[in-house]
Every structure is written in structure tokens, then in C-alpha cells.
Nanobody
Framework: QVQLVESGGGLVQAGGSLRLSCVAS????????MAWFRQDPGKDLEFLGV????????LYADSVKGRFTVSRDNTKNTLYLQMNSLKPEDTAVYYC??????????????WGQGTQVTVSS
């Protein structure tokens, strides 16, 4: 069973940048697609982006396309989310999740505990 630990959240001003990290353990990281989601209290979980196991494919939500970039380093078992041009509406708890296969962009079976991102106006 995969264990995921997110870090890198914090308080940032609008227009600023943050990079989140997600370290995986418990299974072979390089075999699985990995994704980022976020959730603001009272709102639904929102998909942000996903990357295939070998980084050859990515997919983004329209709300973050062009501002957020998902990447991974399989040698470090780490997933990243580079967030630029942050807006107050990006405030949420951010989660990483593991797919069930290399190019599985629809099903996720492991979740981290989340890291809080707060964007001030």
C-alpha cells in the first residue's frame, strides 16, 4: 500500500509562487501515474493535474492550465506541483494521489494527508 506525504504549502501573496512536493513510499513509484487535487472546506474535491509514470503525458484542469505544472522525479520517489500566478481562489488543502497504473488518469487509490495553501489578496 502506498504512503504519500505532501509538503511545501504555506501562505503566499496573490501573484506569487509555491512548489509542493509529495514523497511516496510503500510501492514502486515509477509504475504509477500520480495526480494532484485540492479541496476548500465546503467544496468538492477538485482535480488539478496528473502525470503518467514516465512523465510522457500530462493532463490539467482548465482552472490551472498554464499556471500549474505537475512533474515527478522517479529517482527520488517524489511528485511536484509548481504553482505560479497564484490567486486567492487557489486557497485550499492540496492532496497528491496515486493511480492504479502507468497511464491511469481516472482512478486513484492512495492519498496523502494534504498540505494547506493560503493565498492572500
Amino acid at each position: 500500500q502506498v504512503q504519500l506525504v505532501e509538503s511545501g504549502g504555506g501562505l503566499v501573496q496573490a501573484g506569487g509562487s509555491l512548489r509542493l512536493s509529495c514523497v511516496a513510499s510503500g510501492r514502486t513509484f515509477s509504475y504509477y501515474a500520480m495526480a494532484w487535487f485540492r479541496q476548500d472546506p465546503g467544496k468538492d474535491l477538485e482535480f488539478l493535474g496528473v502525470i503518467s509514470c514516465s512523465s510522457t503525458r500530462t493532463l490539467y484542469a482548465d482552472s490551472v492550465k498554464g499556471r500549474f505544472t505537475v512533474s515527478r522525479d522517479n529517482t527520488k520517489n517524489t511528485l511536484y506541483l509548481q504553482m505560479n500566478s497564484l490567486k486567492p481562489e487557489d486557497t485550499a488543502v492540496y492532496y497528491c494521489a496515486s493511480g492504479y497504473g502507468c497511464n491511469d488518469f481516472t482512478n486513484y487509490g492512495g492519498w496523502g494527508q494534504g498540505t494547506q495553501v493560503t493565498v492572500s489578496s
